[in-house]
């Protein structure tokens, strides 16, 4: 059943000229036949609304428009009620084929950036055509983000041109359609106990926590719980002083085992990264990935992915330890890129996984458009924190706090 008011939904308006495959498209993206589709030019009479939950972005509310011809009447009604779903519009998804471009897509750009609405362009029917020069450029010349699809194609090219969609999506969405999980709050009581396991090594900035443990006290703060912060080596001997067992304990990935050995079982326990990869990304999609790592044959090759550019240190994470652990359980010799900052690589079609950071220094909807990209590639895409515990066989242990997630990945794993 559909809850949520039409307001709260994302509006996304569907322009084009007539038969270009506008409702193809909302057919292929809801995976039913809401709105009719014919040969025909001007099939679509009146405005077609869709509303669904488009996961990982949340409900919107599709609205298929008719499409203009060059012979349309600007004041023709039918026009005029395509023209008026502009106002009500968040984003524009602007569909055209591979060798057409011009007035009216220069028309539907220049209103849609007047509205200061976020625009895709989709290049449909490319199984008839690559797009042409004049289209590549026009898109390129606006400053757009496009994406290449054939509608009518079902299976695995669906899936990742959907995918592609959702990535060019939401990196046009305005803020406040990227609904935010909360990072810990959820995961305890009020008046609980959280223990907080940071390692000061040489990683550790000078003077200060980093981000993700500065943002884990201020959230168990908010939930009015307590707090306490402590280095691995202090760790067992808090438990002495401990008059009861902590309702969660949250550890640097880089000292899991140690926290997983130190810790009562019945505790749960779970790393900052992995907190990160709900908080950021989508954590089904990590416990899901990880599992290729058991597939990789000498001679693959993964991608590390960094947000940020901070200075690398000599025993680096995501440039030296993880490739490492990595190297050691396969056991031979896999290609290993690294890349940091604002880098990430365009075409990520020759990676068999992508491990990402925990993105604090990037915004959800930028994890979000970075992980529907890899989808889009069909390239399973993890995370550090998700990564690590698994290569240290305790990633079962570190979604405890996840019991929904965890029993996934114990189904999948067959353990
Ligand atoms: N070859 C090919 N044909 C497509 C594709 N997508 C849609 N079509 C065909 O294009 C025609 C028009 O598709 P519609 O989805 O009705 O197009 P529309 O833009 O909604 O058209 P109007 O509502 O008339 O403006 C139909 O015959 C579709 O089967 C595609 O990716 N490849
Ligand atoms: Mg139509």
Redesign the pocket.
């Known amino acids: 059943m559909i809850t949520t008011p039409k307001g709260l939904r994302l509006h996304i308006a569907i322009f ?10 909302l ?1 292929a993206i809801t995976s039913q036949d809401v ?10 009479t009146d405005v077609v609304e869709k509303a669904m939950e488009l996961l990982p972005i949340g409900p919107v509310l599709f609205l ?1 428009t ?2 203009l011809g060059d012979e349309s009447v600007l004041g023709e009604e039918r026009v005029k009620r395509s023209m008026r779903v502009f106002d009500r519009a968040d984003v524009i998804v602007l ?1 055209v084929e591979p060798w057409h471009w011009g007035e009216y897509e220069e028309f539907v750009v220049r209103e849609a950036k007047r509205r200061n609405q976020g625009i895709v362009v989709v290049i ?5 055509g690559s797009p042409s020069p004049e289209v590549v450029n026009a898109i390129s010349k606006e400053g757009l983000i496009a994406i290449e ?5 079902g299976g695995q090219e669906r899936e990742q041109w959907i995918a592609r969609f959702k990535s060019a999506l939401l990196s046009v969405l305005p803020d406040e359609f990227v609904s935010v999980p909360p990072l810990l709050g959820d995961l305890i009581p009020a008046g609980g106990l959280v223990v907080l396991v940071v390692p000061i090594d040489l990683e550790a900035p000078k003077g200060r926590l980093i981000l993700p443990q500065v943002q884990a006290i201020r959230d168990i703060l908010d939930s009015d719980a307590v707090a306490i912060v402590v280095k691995e080596r202090e760790y067992l001997a808090l438990f002495e002083v401990l008059t009861r067992k902590p309702d969660l304990v949250v550890c640097d990935s880089q000292v899991v085992m140690k926290v997983v050995a130190d810790t009562p079982k019945d505790v749960k326990l779970t790393t900052f990264s992995i907190l990160f990869s709900r908080f950021k990304g989508d954590l089904l999609t990590a416990v899901r990935s990880v599992r290729v790592l058991d597939d990789l044959q000498p001679g693959d090759r993964i991608l590390i992915a960094e947000a940020c550019s901070h200075h690398p240190i000599q025993d680096d994470i995501g440039r030296v330890k993880i490739p490492r652990w990595i190297r050691q359980f396969v056991g031979g010799k896999v290609h290993i890129d690294v890349y940091a900052g604002r880098d990430y690589p365009e075409n990520l079609s020759h990676y068999k996984l992508v491990i990402h950071c925990g993105g604090c220094t990037l915004n959800r909807r930028a994890m979000l458009s970075r992980i529907q990209l890899a989808k889009g590639y069909g390239v399973p895409i993890t995370n550090y924190g998700v990564c690590i515990s698994y290569l240290h066989g305790v990633l079962d242990r570190a979604l405890s706090p996840f019991p929904a997630i965890r029993e996934e990945f114990l189904s999948m794993s067959g353990r």
């Not at 699809?149 to 194609?153: D, E, P, Q, V, Y």
């Open positions: 084009g000229r007539v038969n270009v495959g506008k409702s193809s498209f057919n709105s009719i589709t014919s040969p025909h030019p001007g099939t679509t298929d008719a499409g569909v449909n029917k490319v199984d008839l699809i054939s509608a009518l194609k």
